[in-house]
């Protein structure tokens, strides 16, 4: 499965800016990847995983602003589309257990 994390933070004054950053910060150091800006996706190999990955969410949410999270199967995660542009990662992003380089 996937978790899609979609969010809109305010970045009006200091404390909003340093609130976004927090949450950012909390998204990179928790393997999720951006696809698009304010766009992040982690990959969870069962519920439990996904029920998991939601509560520490919510535990570093910030204190304003909109944050959506969209679980969807690895199958329909593969078949998105890029209408433009392209994927642009070199971090090799699989749910296989043994990846040969």
């Known amino acids: 499965m996937r978790v899609l994390v979609l969010y809109d933070l305010p ?3 200091g404390e909003d800016r340093l609130a976004y950053s927090r949450f950012h910060r909390y998204l990179i150091q928790n393997g999720f990847l951006m696809l698009q800006e304010s766009v992040y996706c982690k990959l969870a190999l069962n519920q439990t ?3 998991a990955i939601l509560a520490n969410l ?3 949410k910030p204190p304003a602003g909109l944050i959506q999270v969209l679980c969807i199967t690895e199958k329909q995660f593969a078949r998105s589309e890029f ?3 392209e ?3 070199d ?3 699989s749910d296989e257990r043994l990846i040969v380089l």
């Open 91 to 93: 971090v090799i992003d």
């Open 87 to 89: 994927v642009k990662t």
């Open 49 to 51: 995983a996904v029920r």
């Open 58 to 60: 919510r535990r570093n």
């Open 11 to 13: 970045v009006k004054d």
């Open 83 to 85: 209408i433009l542009g």
